[in-house]
């Protein structure tokens, strides 16, 4: 069975600007959750998908946001980039109602 | 509230040596626990878990066990190899409002084994 993928794996994006990234689940699995990952704050959760509904939320300004699709697969979306939005961004999928979850590559995202 | 605690890295040993990451937790409830590994360049990747108290998880010559009454999940490995050289990542997994859950992860552990 294919893992997580994620697409583009590395971005450049220059402040201001919007980035999309992309997240395809492991097939089966309608749970996606995204995490950020910075060397000064370390792993991060943004927020969760199930069925298409936005479940919870971390403590990130509503410049970052998602949305996941019926094939449950899920975008997220940076706008107005700042530096300080460098990063590796990591989605993870599960099964429906199990904790443990499964991790992408990431996408790399550096922002100048 | 949830959080996890990690021994600060790196930690640095030989070839064929004894690993030991100590790793403890403050939770409400009875959450699950993880160890996570992240190689150079890539993404996380599930080592072991456990669910609930007493639970050992093993995979790949590593082993932890949820240690309710110290509130611990340390990670070992007996003979530790050059291509164990990693960042690992304990982790614990926290019921939020709804029922549902999300990972909070300690600070991660940075491994290095040399020949």
């Known amino acids: 069975k294919a893992g997580v993928t994620q697409t583009p794996r590395y971005l450049i994006k220059t402040r201001g600007q919007q980035v999309t990234l992309s997240c395809s689940p492991i097939s089966g699995h309608r749970s996606v959750s995204w995490y950020q990952q910075t060397p000064g704050q370390g792993l991060q959760f943004l927020f969760e998908y199930f069925s298409e509904t936005q479940r919870n939320k971390g403590n990130f300004p509503g410049r970052f946001s998602g949305r996941q699709f019926s094939n449950s697969r899920s975008e997220m979306n940076v706008s107005t980039l700042e530096l300080g939005d460098s990063a590796l961004y990591l989605c993870a999928s599960s099964l429906p109602g199990l904790e443990t979850q499964y991790f992408g590559p990431g996408t790399r995202l550096l922002v100048l | 509230g949830n959080s996890v605690t990690q021994m600060e890295g790196p930690v640095t040993l030989s070839e064929e040596a004894f690993l030991t990451i100590n790793c403890t937790y403050t939770a409400t409830g009875y959450p699950s626990l993880f160890w996570y590994v992240q190689y150079p360049g890539e993404g996380l990747q599930l080592l072991l878990k456990?669910?609930?108290?007493?639970d050992k998880g093993s995979n790949k010559g590593f082993e932890a066990t949820y240690r309710k009454e110290t509130t611990s999940f340390h990670l070992e490995k007996g003979s530790v190899q050059v291509s164990d050289s990693a960042v690992y990542f304990c982790a614990l997994s926290a019921r939020v409002a709804g029922g549902y859950n999300k990972l909070i992860f300690g600070a991660g552990t940075r491994l290095a084994v040399h020949p």
């Open positions: 456990a669910t609930k108290a007493d």
